[in-house]
């Protein structure tokens, strides 16, 4: 797994406004399932983790790199906890940054800890469209549009991400197929309006499609 340096995590350039979106994206999708305890995998500048911990949440943390200061020092390959440790585990914006012959197994380390949900978010570089109107009496009208490439362009290593959805060789369906064959039920998954270049993910052990 590339390892980011801690100082990129806390730029001016790291944290545009979308970023912040995503943010908000992040913790309302971890509120509305009320967990008794979560796991956040990737801890970045601890703007989430804070908020949550601030709201009472038991949150445990785990990354990688020792300089972001997470409560676990650990792969996402190899997570020193108990199976269905935790109601929910989240991980995201972490994924890209291994190989993609690693996802599957890394999905199986995040189901098998997992007792109920997991959130992940991933980059997708499909292009996008964002329609924002607001008509008189009715109110604001928001959609996102998405249009595949008719070529997907190929990825090339950038020092972080090793693969990102909608490039070649990397289709929605073969990201979604391959947590399917994980076990995981795909509750939804969603690109943020404000920052389409992250996908969330909502997905549910099979058998606890109703746990939260």
């Not at 990688?64 to 997470?70: G, Q």
């Amino acid at each position: 797994m590339t390892q980011v340096s801690s100082a990129h995590y806390l730029s001016d350039s790291y944290d545009e406004k979308g970023r912040f979106a995503s943010y908000w994206h992040q913790i309302s999708e971890i509120r509305s399932l009320a967990p008794e305890s979560i796991l956040e995998i990737g801890v970045g500048n601890a703007l989430v983790a804070g908020y949550l911990k601030r709201r009472g949440f038991n949150l445990t943390t785990a990354d990688i790199d020792e300089a972001l200061k997470p409560d676990h020092i650990c792969s996402v390959l190899d997570l020193p906890f108990a199976d269905s440790k935790f109601s929910v585990v989240a991980c995201f914006e972490v994924l890209e940054h291994l190989p993609y012959k690693d996802f599957a197994a890394a999905l199986a380390e995040l189901y098998r800890v997992a007792a109920g949900n997991v959130l992940i978010s991933l980059p997708d570089a499909t292009r996008a469209y964002r329609i924002d109107i607001q008509v008189p009496r009715v109110g604001e009208f928001k959609k996102l549009v998405s249009i595949p490439f008719v070529s997907p362009p190929a990825h090339e290593f950038n020092g972080e991400h090793y693969w990102e959805i909608g490039k070649a060789g990397y289709p929605l369906r073969r990201i979604t197929a391959a947590m399917a064959a994980q076990g995981f039920h795909l509750e939804k998954t969603y690109r943020v309006f404000e920052m389409p270049y992250h996908r969330f993910f909502v997905l549910a052990k099979r058998g606890n499609t109703d746990a939260s």
